[in-house]
């Protein structure tokens, strides 16, 4: 079993700070010296009322800062550097094209790609995410934040983006912080179920250069 021990912050009212709520999180522990307030976290992330956050600014922020990031997501960043919102167009179900077309800002979001694909500390995998990565990661001192399409979990057809940060994972169970709606601490999901999600999510692991956070395994 492998569990962490994280302070849990939920989303706020307007139901689009998930993304925040679970870097806020992770910062509680890889920085406990530091206080992040949302708007803080607003600013790092690059939110506008409204509109769905992106991680790609808060990449940079890390690699800026002191931390060491990994993302794994079948999305190809770097086509999408290249070819813009015309790869997002091929890649992504229609319903997802156009949730995305209108509540983010995919102009903007490819000129930071641009600056990402190209930063050293934050290291693009081109690959599906998968639950013995997962492990293997959080065993080694790393944070876990991922992008799901929480209907999936739900069981519900509409597309609905959603950020969370793994508490632990034992032989039956994935466990992690849900800020919500509803916000839920160590929400529990089998590991097939969450294996399937995870594999069309994307992963995002962060660690801190000079004291990796070091998980209970057992």
Not at 36 to 58: E, M, Q
Not at 90 to 102: A, C, G, I, L
Not at 190 to 211: C, M, P, Q, T, Y
């Amino acid at each position: 079993m492998i569990k962490l021990k994280i302070p849990f912050y939920p989303n706020l009212k307007d139901d689009l700070h998930c993304f925040q709520a679970s870097l806020k999180m992770a910062l509680s522990v890889l920085a406990p010296s530091t206080q992040y307030s949302y708007a803080t976290l607003d600013s790092i992330t690059g939110h506008k009322r409204g509109r769905v956050t992106w991680d790609i600014k808060t990449l940079l922020w890390l690699a800026e800062h002191g931390f060491y990031v990994k993302k794994v997501s079948i999305l190809d960043y770097r086509a999408f550097a290249k070819l813009g919102a015309r790869y997002l167009k091929y890649y992504w179900r229609p319903d997802v094209y156009e949730f995305q077309k209108s509540f983010s800002d995919l102009h903007r979001e490819r000129w930071r790609v641009e600056k990402l694909v190209k930063t050293k500390n934050v290291e693009l995998i081109n690959k599906r995410p998968t639950l013995a990565m997962l492990e293997k990661h959080l065993a080694s001192g790393w944070l876990a934040i991922i992008h799901i399409d929480v209907s999936r979990f739900d069981r519900t057809k509409k597309y609905s983006p959603h950020s969370i940060i793994i508490t632990a994972i034992n032989s039956a169970s994935v466990f992690f912080h849900d800020p919500g709606f509803p916000a839920e601490i160590n929400r529990r999901v089998g590991r097939k179920r969450f294996s399937e999600v995870l594999s069309d999510g994307e992963l995002i692991l962060i660690r801190a250069f000079k004291r990796p956070y070091r998980a209970a395994v057992f």
